[in-house]
């Protein structure tokens, strides 16, 4: 069974940055594309950003553009989210997900129907 576990979450103020992880295990993580996702306090979860299996092609939301990287260390099974300049309405929870079924193919559109497998979530919290 795929098992998602995000950590690095906090509280930051403004124009700070955070550094998520996503580690992965119990399938083949280099064959897959990770997204972050996002979910705010009475908000619909929204996709932030997302990554090829080979760590060659990146999408990003517009909100986060510009601020937010991701990358990944396929030896470690890992995919981080390096966020800088965070503001106040970046704060939510932060998931991360597997698209084992519809692949690469999925990962530009950061649409959350596309990813099958989910971690449990970690809160990032901006607030001076």
């Known amino acids: 069974q795929v098992q998602l576990v995000e950590s690095g979450g906090g509280l930051v103020q403004p124009g700070g940055s955070l550094r998520l992880s996503c580690v992965g295990s119990?399938?083949?993580?280099?064959?897959?594309?990770i997204a972050w996702f996002r979910q705010a306090p009475g908000k619909e979860r929204e996709g932030v950003s997302c990554?090829?299996?080979?760590?060659?092609?990146?999408y990003y939301a517009e909100p986060v553009r510009g601020r937010f990287t991701i990358s990944r260390d396929n030896a470690k099974n890992t995919v981080y989210l390096q966020m800088n300049d965070l503001n106040p309405e970046d704060t939510a929870v932060y998931y991360c997900?597997?698209?084992?079924?519809?692949?690469?193919?999925?990962?530009?559109?950061?649409?959350?129907?596309?990813?099958?497998?989910w971690g449990r979530g970690t809160q990032v919290t901006v607030s001076s």
């Open positions: 990554i090829k299996s080979a760590g060659n092609n990146r």
């Open positions: 119990e399938f083949t993580f280099d064959q897959y594309p």
């Open positions: 997900a597997a698209s084992t079924l519809a692949g690469d193919s999925k990962c530009p559109w950061i649409y959350e129907p596309d990813f099958d497998s």
